[in-house]
Nanobody, 120 residues
């Protein structure tokens, strides 16, 4: 099995910053992509940012210029640096990882979510 542990959420004032982290462990042959999604109450879950195994990054329009996704040296940790936070960024943020358990096995894993609240 694969286990994801997220941290870094909390209460922050508008204009502030937070750094989310997600650490993967378990039966992992190769991680092919790592990303962050978010879901606000009453809304659908949406992509925030994604990084592929060749370090190509993709961002939602609202995240461009404010958020940055990166991976640790072990390639089993993914971070989301969030700057200039706005009240509309308030949501539960989820880590997502696409991986191979072996050369023939594919798996998608999700974290439990970490709540980000942007409020004065």
């Amino acid at each position: 099995q694969v286990h994801l542990v997220e941290s870094g959420g909390g209460l922050v004032p508008p204009g502030g910053s937070l750094r989310l982290s997600c650490v993967a462990s378990g039966s992992i042959f190769r991680i092919t992509a790592m990303g962050w999604y978010r879901q606000a109450p009453g809304k659908q879950r949406e992509l925030v940012a994604l990084v592929s195994d060749n370090d190509t990054t993709t961002y939602a329009d609202y995240a461009k210029g404010r958020f940055a996704i990166s991976r640790g040296n072990t390639k089993k940790t993914v971070y989301l640096q969030m700057n200039s936070l706005k009240p509309e960024d308030t949501a539960t943020y989820y880590c997502n990882i696409d991986l191979l358990t072996d050369p023939a096995g594919y798996l998608e894993a999700w974290g439990q979510g970490t709540l980000v609240t942007v409020s004065s």
